[in-house]
């Protein structure tokens, strides 16, 4: 089992930032691919970025590349999200999600993901 907390969200302006972090305990943090997701009214939950065990490999969607970083610390059992250039359109529930997963992969499907966390809200104003 792992559980996960989410915190850093709150409420910025448009083309502020915003970093988020998710606290993992139980086991070796290591062993998880971890992902960030995010969920607007009315949507459906979408991955935005994903890191590997180690971190060697990451990804992220459309709509944030370039502005948000995945990162993680293992000696914190920690991963983050630094949102810079923040938008409206950012306006969601950010949750992090942690699975068991091979040396580099980086799992990209909701569905993929075993652990989750019970998420942080993440506001941007005009």
């Known amino acids: 089992q792992v559980q996960l907390v989410e915190s850093g969200g709150g409420l910025v302006q448009a083309g502020g930032s915003l970093r988020l972090s998710c606290a993992a305990s139980?086991?070796?943090?290591?062993?998880?691919?971890m992902g960030w997701f995010r969920q607007a009214p009315g949507k459906d939950r979408e991955v935005i970025a994903a890191?590997?065990?180690?971190?060697?490999?990451?990804y992220y969607g459309d709509s944030v590349k370039g502005r948000f970083t995945i990162s993680r610390d293992n000696a914190k059992n920690t991963v983050y999200l630094q949102m810079n250039s923040l938008k409206p359109e950012d306006t969601a529930v950010y949750y992090c999600a942690a699975v068991f997963k091979g040396f580099r992969t980086v799992p990209t499907g909701r569905d993929e993901y075993d652990y989750w966390g019970q998420g942080t809200q993440v506001t941007v104003s005009s």
């Open positions: 139980g086991r070796a943090f290591s062993n998880y691919a």
């Open positions: 890191i590997s065990r180690i971190g060697y490999n990451t």
